[in-house]
């Protein structure tokens, strides 16, 4: 198994954090893992983002331009990465602020309104864990389990109060994505 | 050949004849130990020599030559190294006081000293010795100040005074083209890392003794670890000012001194409690 | 023994390898990509193993504060980025010449000039060719993966002391910037042994240790160059490492270093899904240089393809390899610019595949 994933969306939205704790996860199960930033100009305009490689075999090219999973947090990270998906892989993306919704046909498309339940849940921060929990009932490439140690890993200590919290967003974008969706 | 056997046989009788006052008593004046018995490259009266056996003298009193490592400049005492019988790194231009600082963080209980001249120390190397003396480096610096550049021919120094003629200021320095001579030691003085600075000179007996007495205050301030010792001895360049020994000194004394004073511009108040504590 | 498993930044690991390996000082200035090396000693390293760690005032500093504590015999390193590896150069000649051991990191950027951020492989050239002045080689290690980060600066470190030579760690932005599992080695205490060749003071019964580059006679500094030339080639004796993934049956070879040769493995899966039998030669060591395997390998292989993150630098070794046995082709993207496993895909379909079809 080797799945592919680029994560982007806005500077702030947990785009970098969300990478991390996929590959923290992958390393608790001795998966080979590769996580690598966009820095430069791209950070300040319109989109950050992250490639996030979990494998059971060596990680050849950490540098890619097609992917097996596309998370977009925003309008043009969904437009920006829309054509990046492989034919067969998945688009989940972050619904509630899409005027433009993807078109492709040959690929899964999992819309979730995450910036809504995290306002219900009265904490933004939350939204990249309920996008990670829409991922991981559609793609399980850890478990649940290994996604909070990750958390825990890239949460500063401080934080790790809000570790309960963040779960419960995991269980919930879980729980959204499994209601959306139907293969192509 | 018979005649001049004979005659080193006199002359062998004659040296042992001499070698019968040259006893410890008798003597007034030795090679200190850490000084090599190699002939100095230095031209006739310049102040190199004298500075090097200062330093050698400095450390056999204090016994610290298995303890002292060295830090050569690029510029005439390039070779300080073949003179001093101690461990010794020879260091690109300008950058021995960081060289010397490398040592120390690495040897923080051995005496290191660096031993530049003005345009290593003032020039080219002005960035490292300011920031060498602001750090504070437990470390001695020697800067040896002559106003000109000695081993590349005689060009204008950082140090060179308004109106002096060198190969690269054929008319004389004029400051309103090549800007005022650097008063490096007094910028230096004003640092909080500086634990001790003065200006010396090795013109004379008396103030060849205070040179001494600078350069032995340089190690031995070493253990206090309180900053840096920074000791500028001003000299003389007797081939470059285009002078013998006897005038170049009495130059150096008309005009070198009114403008590089000597004296002490920081010393360490040994007398406060907070400092007698030590370490 | 359980394996201690991390998730790291390629500039974090290579730092946590630099204090695990029993590091004695790290002089630095900051510059981007790298600047997380000298962040995280700072943080981490003196009080674990007393390792010294200073912010120099610039890469100048840096290099002649290594200069004296190589020289006292130290385990001592050093990094920056291109610009700052540039400053350096003068000191790094020093270093080669008084034959001291030492580690340097260039955690290359897109040049020239101020350039960019981004990764590059634009300074093999300056490390492997000289950089500085005279005639000198670095040994130079070109890891591809953060698990290498942390390995080389062993390996680094062996190499320099074993050689009494300066060891670079020739790796890029990408690399320093991004996050993968590695497995660490466990702490090394830091040693009290002294060199017979350091500076450390004298006692009574040696003689006087000087380390010095200048050799006024010529005939001496002849000597001087021949002892280090013969140095060199005992190093190509024994020293070489490279990877050859695929090549055994490959029509087409791609040869790159460092993160690309990655990319190239993606490359050659890519295209033997096409039926295009690709393999991946890597260089792990750029000095010493595996010229005569490359050489080997173009009596099986139909061409190679050269990828780099250059305008072409490397390429020259690969042909004076070869030696025309084959056609040597290249691929480079300059600036920052990463190239993608697709394009190299494409290059190797145009150069090669359409012309034999």
Redesign the interface.
């Given at each position: 198994m080797t799945e592919e994933i680029i994560i982007a969306g806005f500077g702030g939205q947990g785009v970098l954090s969300m990478g991390?704790i996929l590959?923290?996860g992958?390393?608790i199960e001795?998966?080979?893992?590769?996580?690598?930033?966009s820095?430069?100009p791209e950070m300040r305009g319109g989109t950050a983002n992250c490639t996030a490689i979990i494998s059971d075999t060596k990680?050849?090219?950490?540098?890619?331009?097609?992917f097996d999973t596309v998370i977009a947090l925003n309008q043009p990270s969904l437009d920006k990465f829309e054509n990046a998906v492989k034919p067969g892989g998945l688009l989940i993306y972050e619904a509630s602020t899409i005027l433009k919704p993807p078109t492709r046909t040959d690929i899964e498309i999992v819309p979730v309104e995450a910036a809504i339940e995290a306002s219900k849940m009265k904490n933004a921060k939350v939204l990249n864990m309920i996008m990670l929990g829409a991922l991981l009932k559609k793609k399980p490439v850890i478990s649940i389990e290994s996604a909070i140690e990750g958390l825990k890993?890239v949460l500063p200590e401080r934080y790790h109060d809000l570790i309960s919290l963040n779960k419960h967003a995991l269980e919930k974008g879980m729980e959204l994505a499994e209601k959306v969706g139907v293969p192509a | 050949m018979n005649e001049k056997r004979m005659t080193e046989e006199q002359h062998f009788e004659e040296m042992i004849a001499e070698e019968s006052i040259c006893i410890a008593d008798n003597l007034v004046f030795e090679k200190p130990e850490t000084l090599l018995d190699t002939p100095m490259h230095y031209c006739p009266g310049c102040g190199h020599g004298v500075a090097h056996r200062l330093i050698a003298e400095a450390i056999d009193e204090l016994g610290i030559?298995?303890?002292?490592?060295g830090?050569?400049p690029v510029g005439c005492s390039?070779?300080a190294?073949q003179y001093l019988?101690?461990?010794?790194?020879?260091?690109?231009h300008g950058?021995a006081s960081?060289?010397?600082?490398?040592?120390k963080?690495?040897?923080p209980d051995?005496?290191v000293f660096s031993y530049q001249g003005d345009g290593d120390l003032a020039a080219i190397g002005t960035?490292?010795t300011?920031?060498t003396c602001n750090r504070g480096e437990n470390i001695l610096i020697i800067f040896i100040n002559n106003g000109i550049y000695g081993m590349t021919g005689g060009q204008m120094a950082p140090t060179t005074l308004p109106g002096m003629k060198s190969t690269t200021t054929p008319f004389g320095r004029d400051v309103k083209i090549m800007g005022n001579p650097l008063k490096i030691t007094e910028m230096i003085a004003q640092l909080p890392g500086v634990y001790y600075c003065t200006r010396v000179a090795v013109n004379s007996p008396v103030n060849v003794r205070k040179a001494k007495k600078a350069i032995l205050n340089g190690f031995k301030y070493q253990d206090h670890k309180k900053g840096l010792s920074f000791v500028e001895i001003v000299s003389n360049c007797p081939s470059n000012w285009k002078m013998n020994p006897v005038e170049s000194n009495k130059w150096m004394e008309e005009n070198m001194f009114p403008f590089y004073t000597l004296g002490d511009m920081k010393v360490p108040n040994l007398n406060l409690p907070s400092e007698s504590k030590g370490e | 023994m359980n394996k201690e498993?991390?998730?790291m930044k390629g500039n974090e690991a290579l730092a946590e390898a630099a204090i695990r390996v029993g590091c004695?000082?790290y002089?630095g200035y900051p510059i981007t990509?790298q600047s997380e090396i000298l962040e995280y000693l700072t943080r981490e390293a003196y009080e674990r193993t007393g390792m010294?760690v200073?912010q120099?005032?610039?890469e100048?500093?840096?290099i002649?504060?290594?200069?004296?504590?190589?020289?006292?015999g130290?385990k001592?390193m050093t990094s920056s980025s291109s610009p700052g590896i540039s400053l350096m150069q003068?000191?790094i000649s020093?270093i080669a010449c008084a034959e001291l051991p030492c580690v340097l990191v260039n955690v290359v950027r897109g040049g020239p000039g101020l350039g960019?951020?981004?990764p590059s492989q634009g300074d093999y050239f300056q490390t492997v060719k000289g950089g500085g002045h005279g005639d000198y080689k670095l040994i130079v290690l070109a890891p591809s993966t953060v698990q290498e980060m942390v390995d080389h600066v062993k390996l680094g470190f062996e190499l320099a002391f074993k050689w009494r030579n300066p060891v670079m760690i020739l790796t890029d932005g990408?690399l320093g910037?991004?996050?993968?599992?590695v497995e660490l080695f466990p702490q090394i205490r830091r040693t009290t042994e002294v060199p017979e060749w350091a500076?450390?003071?004298?006692?009574?019964t040696r003689e006087?240790?000087?380390?010095?580059?200048?050799h006024i006679e010529a005939d001496k500094m002849q000597e001087i160059n021949l002892h280090l030339q013969k140095k060199y080639k005992e190093i190509e004796q024994e020293e070489i490492l490279y990877e050859a993934s695929g090549c055994d049956d490959a029509e087409f070879v791609l040869v790159a270093f460092g993160?690309v040769a990655?990319?190239?493995?993606?490359?050659a899966?890519l295209a033997r899904e096409k039926g295009i039998k690709v393999g991946v030669f890597r260089p792990i060591t750029l000095f010493p240089y595996p010229f005569n395997e490359l050489n080997k390998l173009a009596d099986r292989a139909k061409g190679f393809l050269t990828v780099e993150m250059n305008a072409g630098q490397m390429v020259e070794d690969v042909r004076l390899a070869v030696n025309g046995k084959i056609p040597v082709e290249f691929l480079g993207r300059m600036g920052?610019v990463?190239?993608?496993?697709?394009e190299i895909l494409q290059t190797i379909e145009e150069k090669f595949v359409g012309e034999l079809v």
């Open positions: 991390q590959c923290y992958g390393v001795n998966k080979e893992v590769s996580w690598m930033p820095y430069g990680i050849s090219s950490p540098i890619l331009t097609k890993n | 030559q298995d303890k002292t490592i830090v050569a390039v070779l190294y019988n101690i461990d010794m790194s020879e260091a690109a950058r960081a060289v010397a600082t490398g040592i963080r690495v040897l051995k005496y960035g490292e300011l920031h | 498993l991390k998730l004695d000082a002089f990509p010294v200073l120099a005032e610039s100048i500093a840096s002649n504060m290594i200069y004296g504590a190589a020289g006292a130290k001592v003068e000191g020093y960019t951020i981004q990408a910037q991004m996050m993968e599992k500076t450390v003071g004298k006692p009574k006087r240790n000087i380390i010095t580059t200048l993160l990655r990319i190239c493995q993606k490359t899966l920052g990463v190239p993608t496993p697709e």
